[in-house]
């Protein structure tokens, strides 16, 4: 009988001790302590483009992937055709950086894409206005009444626009074929268009390739290069930017060191001649700038402002105004250029 009891016993006891375990398994350590939940890892959703050349480099050698894995986070790339398609990605919260012109950057906060500009990657000169060879025409004078293949919200579209408005002519003088940039360079060379605001490396490729024609050049009618960071994800990972520009300026003064290495990145990714990716950076693009938005892409901005509020690309001139404001988180590039 007393065999029998501590038999019973034995058996309560056992039961009591497989309940614990699982108690520990479930939830809670040895101690009775709640475990610490598995920690998710943060992901760092960055797009690439040609017009980037940082975001080539960083790409290629992985160092961004790098520096966000020792802070436990990851690293996942998209490619944007075109700052129009990088601002519907962060407006649509497919990406977390997107990389456009000055101009789209200031155009999509003032129509409400909340979206803070962090880095100045290059002042490039990647925008012009091109005809094909052979083309009788010379001159923006020349365009109006034309059909101009341009890729409406980018850096090429407001170029048009403040080319045409030298010579006293706006978009209702001309027709514009709303084209992504490189069905554009396409139209031009099949003579759908009789011209185009081009794009780089579209463009250089056209004019090397297809001897297409340069009718109208200005530096300063290009905005710069714009990394431009989501507000919700700098307000949760402000560190986790810092990388990211960190990184960023450590590819640029990489590019200006390496001029010979980057353009094979573009030639080999793009698909491209060495030729037409060494006029593009060597010749058209501008590395030697401070990564910091401010004045110098301000001037800019005021000037092509007023054409977004004539074309009804915004509601009212305040909120422009409001926009450029209240665009650029500077402190970021401030840190990572010391």
Not at 95 to 116: C, E, I, M
Not at 149 to 155: N, Q, S
Not at 305 to 315: E, I, M, T
């Amino acid at each position: 009988m007393k065999f029998a009891v501590r038999a019973v016993r034995s058996a309560a006891l056992l039961a009591t001790a497989t309940l614990l375990l699982g108690a520990c398994a479930e939830g809670e350590d040895s101690s009775g302590r709640p475990a610490a939940a598995e920690k998710e890892t943060t992901q760092v959703r960055l797009d690439w483009a040609y017009y980037n050349p940082q975001s080539l480099v960083l790409k290629e050698k992985g160092w961004l992937d790098d520096a966000l894995k020792a802070k436990g986070a990851k690293a996942t790339w998209t490619q944007s055709l075109g700052s129009n398609k990088a601002n519907e990605n962060l407006r649509a919260e497919v990406v977390d950086f997107g990389s456009t012109a000055g101009t789209p950057a200031l155009l999509a906060r003032a129509n409400g894409t909340p979206l803070k500009t962090v880095d100045v990657f290059s002042r490039p000169e990647w925008s012009s206005l091109v005809v094909a060879k052979g083309s009788k025409i010379d001159s923006v004078d020349d365009l109006k009444g034309r059909k101009i293949a341009a890729t409406k919200g980018t850096d090429p579209y407001f170029f048009l626009l403040q080319a045409l408005e030298t010579k006293g002519l706006t978009a209702k003088d001309v027709t514009v074929v709303n084209l992504q940039h490189a069905d554009g360079k396409t139209a031009l060379e099949r003579g759908q268009v009789d011209a185009w605001a081009g794009l780089d490396p579209y463009l250089s490729q056209s004019q090397i390739d297809n001897g297409s024609k340069l009718i109208y050049r200005n530096l300063d009618f290009n905005s710069y290069g714009f990394l431009n960071v989501s507000e919700t994800f700098l307000a949760e990972h402000a560190d986790l930017v810092q990388i990211v520009v960190d990184q960023y300026e450590r590819a640029r003064t990489w590019i200006e060191k390496h001029p010979e290495e980057t353009q094979r990145i573009l030639a080999a990714v793009a698909k491209i001649e060495p030729a037409v990716a060494k006029q593009q950076l060597a010749e058209r693009t501008h590395f030697d700038i401070s990564p910091v938005p401010g004045v110098a892409q301000t001037k800019v901005l005021e000037r092509i402002a007023p054409l977004l509020v004539a074309d009804n690309l915004v509601a009212d001139e305040k909120d422009v105004d409001e926009a450029l404001k209240t665009l650029y988180a500077p402190q970021f590039a401030e840190k990572a250029s010391k």
